[in-house]
């Protein structure tokens, strides 16, 4: 949230420069407030789980939320109860008139897939397609992102020769981005995936920018220089305990997964795991709530302004 400090203050020269959000009192004065009104797109197959580890991090905030959880209807879902779904989600059919301020669209274990052999790509591409006049910022998430990134800019996704797995080093780029204020010049995150977004790639398009990329893992974050839409190919939302439970189930299948890298102490997979991301996760989604989605959305959500962004490719 911004500090409130009079406009003459020495410091706010300083904080100002640090990236600190500063708020004059004419500003304060004249803000109107209301919840904000968040989707939550679910495309994991461990919906609850994955429920529990976004609401975490969307709840450590003092702006108060009003949650829509969205789940796809063309798909049918085989790990979730469908009880569950019935009495806590909604499909895109049943809001697709309706207004958000910010929308997270999650990871789904389908990436070996091409994006048109996945059953729901098409309902998927509605939902892009609607967040671009509908919602004012967007959080894409593994997955998810590299879907944003082919679905709006055509951004190719790539099949990587093993699986990305473990807790990878991140550098910032760009520490004067809004979505990055607090972040650390180094920092680590989770990746869990067969297929990675070239950063070389998405630096080619206009309008979008690298902010954070891994040695090891490569891109990390992107978004459009106006912070209406996010891309994240990590999951900073994971559970301290979420990469050892895939290794077991990988290990219980038969896949030849190695150990997650940089997760277990010494790297030893009998020992436990060391949480080196938590911090992080917690302020990148603090920071896209107030900067993205808070300090720009109208107070009027009818009124959003469609974000314009090259033509889709072709369903």
């Not at 009079?6 to 410091?11: E, G, K, V, Y």
């Not at 004249?30 to 197959?45: K, S």
């Not at 190719?156 to 910032?172: I, N, Q």
């Not at 900073?236 to 219980?252: A, F, G, I, K, N």
């Amino acid at each position: 949230m911004p500090v409130n400090i009079p406009r003459d203050l020495p410091a706010r020269a300083t904080l100002e420069a640090e990236n600190v959000f500063v708020m004059s009192d004419e500003r304060a004065t004249a803000q109107d407030i209301r919840p904000l009104r968040i989707a939550i797109v679910n495309l994991m197959p461990t919906k609850i789980a994955t429920e529990t580890h976004l609401l975490r991090l969307l709840g450590n905030t003092p702006i108060q939320l009003e949650i829509t959880l969205l789940h796809m209807g063309s798909h049918a879902s085989q790990n979730t109860p469908p009880g569950h779904l019935d009495a806590f989600y909604a499909t895109f059919d049943e809001v697709r008139g309706d207004t958000f301020d910010g929308l997270v669209i999650t990871g789904a274990p389908v990436e070996l897939l091409p994006f048109e052999d996945v059953d729901y790509w098409d309902e998927l591409c509605e939902v892009l397609d609607w967040s671009r006049d509908h919602v004012y910022s967007t959080m894409h998430v593994c997955w998810g992102a590299q879907a944003g990134l082919y679905r709006h800019y055509g951004v190719p996704k790539r099949e990587l020769p093993e699986k990305m797995f473990g807790v990878f080093d991140h550098e910032v780029h760009n520490p004067h981005n809004r979505l990055l204020s607090g972040f650390d010049e180094v920092f680590g995150a989770p990746h869990s995936r067969h297929t990675t977004v070239e950063a070389a790639d998405v630096a080619h398009v206009p309008g979008l920018e690298v902010l954070v990329t891994s040695p090891e893992a490569g891109l990390y974050l992107a978004a459009t220089t106006d912070g209406r839409q996010v891309f994240v190919t990590g999951h900073p939302e994971y559970d301290p305990d979420t990469l050892h439970m895939e290794y077991v189930r990988d290990r219980d299948r038969g896949l030849d997964t190695a150990p997650p890298l940089h997760y277990y102490v010494n790297d030893d997979p009998s020992s436990p795991p060391r949480v080196t991301w938590r911090s992080h996760a917690y302020l990148l989604y603090s920071n896209w709530l107030n900067y993205c989605v808070y300090q720009g959305t109208p107070y009027d959500r009818a009124t959003i302004a469609p974000r314009e962004s090259p033509s889709p490719p072709p369903v």
